[in-house]
């Protein structure tokens, strides 16, 4: 037999006169042992569907219709990329009461966000305080439809010897969050820190704890704002919402955005519709390539990771013949924007080439993946990249069908001499 508190759900497999973790004087209550039945999944099916509470048209598309009732959801980001103010507008777009325990700002400071943001407060009731017990009480009584904590590294469990922010403190206030949430059926969003190389801070305990995982990515100087879900138990996580930060907060982008278009007169840029979850977003690659001042070459790359702009010179290098090992290299994507599409390295290729040979690429779209064996494969979303690329009136390089050579793709592209195998369109 198993015991609990009632003002808490404290399990524990013995009896005790009180709770260990909550104030509750009362003695823990015995759990009745019910062997639980199997049921046919048939019976819940499409017919039965998880109850959501809607909010922001993107963050809804990228959560998978909206926040499920009963749900955990943490969200993280840099400092000052929009999150606070992003659960702010979302608290302002849900149809029935919420309830926000902030343990960073003072009820004045998010009125007055929020009254900058255009936001009707008069649903939203705000909870400043950094107990967790004290703040789920207060915030449960409003009967909220949902939850908002921001954040989770700064409340704390009163009865844990240690710190806000600690990895013990932050692993048992969000196993008491989440599950006074899901014992109350309303969905609860965790706004979380993260470290320096931009994973959660905390345990590891608590995505696994969690329903849904999202990541908020972006310059911090710059307006765009990827949300992107790292773990989605509901929905698709290779969905994704575009965000640009505004007056007017955090709105959503149409759905053909472009973040930067290449200057078709200036070597060394080339513009790369990326696609990121179904959406096409038009990107500047930008590179340039330098003599080298020293005797060890430099290195730069801003928004692609390192190791794929090295893959791509030693490519350039060993199948089409040009040598950027001694020179020093920068490439940079436009926006501040981070991107983990494999189909950039030809863009890559492309940019670095025309800097290289001080040829133009003029104006023009490219995309692939760019193998070790110096062929250039098809990539997904090939259709609507090229859609995107003409609605912009740029060209494409067409490619006949299997895999094409690189050298032949960037003399179409017109940075190399005259090849034959690909044909610019």
């Not at 998010?110 to 008069?122: K, P, T």
């Not at 469990?157 to 206030?173: I, L, N, P």
């Amino acid at each position: 037999m198993s015991f609990e508190c009632a003002s808490c759900g404290y399990a524990a497999g013995k009896w005790a006169g009180f709770c260990p973790r909550c104030p509750s004087s009362d003695a823990l209550v015995p759990v009745s042992a019910v062997i639980a039945g199997a049921v046919t999944l048939s019976d819940w099916s499409a017919e039965s569907p998880m109850p959501r509470v809607p909010s922001l048209p993107e963050v809804d598309r990228v959560l998978g219709g909206g926040m499920v009732a009963g749900s955990a959801i943490v969200i993280g980001g840099e400092p000052g990329v929009g999150k606070s103010t992003l659960m702010l507008q979302v608290a302002g777009a849900v149809d029935g009461r919420v309830a926000i325990i902030s343990a960073e700002e003072t009820a004045v400071q998010v009125s007055d966000r929020a009254r900058r943001l255009g936001i009707d407060v008069s649903s939203i009731a705000l909870v400043a305080q950094t107990s967790v017990d004290a703040a789920l009480e207060a915030a449960l009584a409003t009967d909220p439809s949902l939850l908002v904590v921001d954040s989770l590294q700064t409340v704390s469990c009163a009865d844990v010897d240690a710190s806000a922010g600690a990895v013990t403190q932050v692993r048992e206030s969000a196993s008491r969050l989440v599950g006074a949430a899901k014992r109350a059926g309303v969905p609860l969003v965790l706004v979380s820190h993260v470290t320096k190389a931009g994973h959660l801070a905390g345990p590891k305990t608590v995505e696994h704890l969690v329903d849904v995982v999202l990541s908020l990515e972006g310059d911090p100087r710059l307006g765009l704002r990827f949300l992107r879900p790292l773990k989605n138990r509901f929905g698709r996580t290779g969905e994704s919402g575009v965000l640009e930060m505004t007056e007017q907060g955090l709105v959503a982008v149409p759905e053909l955005f472009a973040a930067g278009a290449a200057d078709p007169a200036a070597s060394g840029a080339v513009t790369f519709p990326g696609a990121d979850g179904r959406r096409v977003i038009a990107m500047e690659v930008q590179a340039l390539v330098a003599a080298a001042t020293g005797d060890s070459p430099r290195r730069s790359a801003q928004g692609v990771p390192r190791s794929r702009l090295d893959q791509v010179i030693a490519v350039l290098d060993r199948h089409v013949g040009i040598a950027l090992s001694r020179s020093d290299v920068y490439v940079k994507v436009s926006g501040g924007t981070r991107v983990s599409d494999p189909a950039i390295d030809l863009a890559l290729a492309v940019a670095l080439v025309s800097s290289a040979t001080d040829r133009p690429a003029g104006p023009i779209a490219v995309w692939g993946e760019i193998g070790l064996t110096g062929g250039v494969e098809r990539v997904a979303h090939d259709s609507e990249r090229r859609s995107a690329a003409r609605r912009l009136g740029l060209r494409t390089v067409e490619q006949a069908d299997g895999p094409a050579r690189l050298a032949d793709v960037l003399a179409a592209a017109g940075v190399v001499g005259q090849a034959i195998g690909a044909a610019a369109s």
